[in-house]
C-alpha cells in the first residue's frame, strides 16, 4: 500500500528536486504553495500562518517541511521557524504522522568538527530560527515520529540565491564579487540539490529518524571558489573583501550516522557544475 507524502514549500529548490526525486516512487506525492494554481494536479495552497491551512497536513502519512529557509524579510524566515512550525507541530495527528524537517549545519555555529549530538551555537539569524524549529520539534515529538536532516550548502542549475550562485552570477555578468562580511575565508561545505533530494529519499525509505548532518562531499573558502572560476574561465576576476573573520566556519561535518543508514553516492561537483555554467 503506497504512502501519502506532502512537500510543504515543494515549489522551491530543493522541492523542486524532490518533486522529481519521488516521481517515479511509490508514494502518493502533494506539494504546497501559498498562491492557487487552477489546473495543477497534486498541488495545494496552504500558509503555516493559518491554523486552518496547517490542518490540511492530517491527511498525509509523512510531511515534508521545506519552509524557513532563508528569505527576504528575514522577519518571514523566522516566523515559518517559530510561528509556522508551531502551526504545523498542533496540526499532526497524535501517533500517527511523521514529519522530516529541512534544517542546517549552521545551527552548529563555529566548530571543529559538527556531531549531531553537538550543543548548537547558531551565529547568524537564519540559523537561529532553524535552532527554534528544532527545539519546538523535538520537544513535541517522540524521536521516532520525526527526523531531522541538517544539510549543508545547497547549489544547482536552478538556484536563484546562495553563495556559489552569487559568484557564479558576477562571473557571468562580469560584476565585481564583493564580499561584504568577511575577508574570504568563509568555508562552506556544498551540496547539489539533486544529491540532496536522492539522500533525503533514500532516508525516508529507510525509515530514518532523529536528527541526521547530510553534508555535501566537497568544502571551498571564498577565495578557493573565485581562483576555481579563474582557473576555468582563464580570466583574472575583481573580488573585494574586508578585514573581518567569518563566522560559521566547520572543519569537518559528521556523516558518520548518515552513512550508517544509506548508502550515500554522489553524483555533482562544484567545478563540474561551474564548467557547465561558464563555458557554455
Given amino acids: 500500500m503506497s504512502k501519502s ?20 516512487s511509490p508514494y502518493t506525492v502533494t506539494y504546497t504553495g501559498t498562491h492557487a494554481k487552477p489546473g495543477e494536479e497534486n498541488y495545494l495552497v496552504l500558509d503555516l500562518f ?52 529541512i534544517s542546517t549545519t549552521l545551527v552548529y555555529g563555529t566548530v571543529p568538527t559538527a556531531t549531531e549530538d553537538l550543543p548548537l551555537d547558531p551565529e547568524f539569524p537564519y540559523a537561529a530560527g532553524k535552532a527554534t524549529a528544532e527545539f519546538l520539534l523535538q520537544t513535541s515529538l517522540p524521536e521516532d515520529r520525526f527526523l531531522i ?43 547539489h540539490v539533486e544529491d540532496a ?26 577565495k578557493e571558489l573565485v581562483s576555481l572560476c579563474e582557473r576555468i574561465t582563464g580570466k583574472t576576476l575583481t573580488a573585494t573583501y574586508v578585514t573581518t573573520p567569518p563566522r560559521g566556519n566547520i572543519d569537518e561535518i559528521s556523516s558518520e550516522k548518515l552513512h550508517s543508514l544509506i548508502p550515500v553516492a554522489y553524483r555533482h561537483s562544484v567545478e563540474d557544475y561551474l564548467r557547465r555554467s561558464l563555458l557554455h
Avoid at 493559518?50 to 522577519?75: C, H, M, W
Avoid at 533530494?197 to 536528527?211: C, K, P, S, V, Y
Fill in 5 to 24: 507524502l506532502l512537500l510543504i514549500g515543494g515549489t522551491g529548490f530543493l522541492g523542486s528536486a524532490l518533486r522529481k526525486t519521488f516521481a517515479d
Fill in 50 to 101: 493559518k491554523e486552518s491551512d496547517a490542518a490540511k497536513v492530517r491527511d498525509f502519512d509523512i510531511v515534508v517541511n521545506l519552509t524557513g529557509q532563508f528569505v527576504e524579510p528575514l522577519s518571514k524566515c523566522f516566523a515559518l521557524n517559530t510561528r509556522g512550525m508551531w502551526n504545523l507541530l498542533q496540526a499532526l495527528k497524535p501517533g500517527k504522522q511523521k514529519l522530516i524537517q
Fill in 149 to 191: 536532516a541538517r544539510l549543508s550548502n545547497l547549489y544547482g542549475e536552478e538556484q536563484s540565491k546562495g553563495l556559489l550562485w552569487y559568484i557564479l552570477n558576477c562571473v557571468q555578468n562580469g560584476k565585481t564579487i564583493a564580499i561584504a562580511d568577511n575577508n574570504g575565508e568563509l568555508r562552506r561545505q556544498f551540496l
Fill in 197 to 222: 533530494a536522492r539522500i533525503i529519499h533514500d532516508l525516508i525509505e529507510a525509515n530514518a529518524t532523529g536528527t541526521i548532518n547530510v553534508p555535501g562531499p566537497e568544502t571551498f573558502t571564498i
